[in-house]
């Protein structure tokens, strides 16, 4: 089977730099994905890591190591409107599986 | 970029009845789509993947009878919550990915379920 295990929950202000931590297990790897979910809405792709290594996006980077099954979703100069649930997310090419989801807060 | 609708984004049902939930890729073609729910404070869960012109594929615990899907076409897949009940009120998410397209998946933007 497959899991994925983050942090419930996780706060920080604003300005700060959070990290959130995603440990894996799975019988196949494809890529690790991450999504941002605000309340009551649609969750939304921040990024995907398929090989070890750092990926930067603007504010957001992720980091996979396959050979630790583990990965983190860094977000940097927080915002307020970053304040949502984060998930990493096993995708498997045909389907993705989520992990649990960290709700951070951020604190003005 | 891909852009899926799903409507109707809130729906309040009696006990008893059935609810259709429509999702729509606008510019791209999905042969596979997915549905997701996801209840307060949790995570998504997939409950089905849809396959055009094909049955559905269920998640164990799913029921298939309860939960009817069609993807008729290459655009369009709708979730019927048949004799609906009130622990099945949830929001409940589809998601497609572009065919051509490399990563990420586009999800809906829900429809939040309130069985009375």
């Known amino acids: 089977g497959q899991s994925l295990e983050q942090p419930s929950e996780v706060t920080a202000v604003e300005g700060a730099i959070v990290q959130i931590n995603c440990t894996y297990q799975t019988s196949g790897f494809y890529g690790l994905s991450w999504y941002q979910q605000h309340d009551g809405g649609a969750p939304t792709f921040l990024s995907y890591n398929a090989l070890d290594g750092l990926e930067e996006t603007g504010r957001f980077s992720s980091f996979l190591s396959r050979s630790d099954s583990y990965g983190y979703l860094l977000l940097q100069e927080l915002q307020m409107k970053d304040s949502a649930s984060y998930f990493c997310?096993?995708?498997?090419?045909?389907?993705?599986?989520f992990g649990g989801g960290t709700r951070l807060m951020v604190k003005p | 970029g891909a852009v899926v609708s799903q409507h109707p984004s809130r729906v309040i049902c009696k006990s008893g009845t059935s609810v259709k939930i429509e999702c729509r890729s606008l510019?791209?073609?999905?042969?596979?789509m997915f549905w997701y729910r996801q209840f307060p404070k949790q995570s998504l869960m997939l409950m089905a993947t849809s396959n055009e012109g094909s049955k559905a594929t269920y998640e164990q615990g799913v029921e298939k009878d309860k939960f009817l899907i069609n993807h008729a076409s290459l655009t369009l897949s709708t979730l019927t919550v048949t004799s609906a009940h009130p622990e099945d009120s949830s929001f409940y998410i589809c998601?497609?990915?572009?065919?051509?397209?490399?990563?990420?998946?586009?999800f809906g933007s829900g429809t939040r379920l309130t069985v009375v």
């Open positions: 997310v096993f995708d498997a090419g045909n389907m993705l599986t």
């Open positions: 510019d791209f073609q999905a042969t596979t």
């Open positions: 998601s497609a990915r572009e065919d051509r397209s490399g990563y990420g998946y586009t």
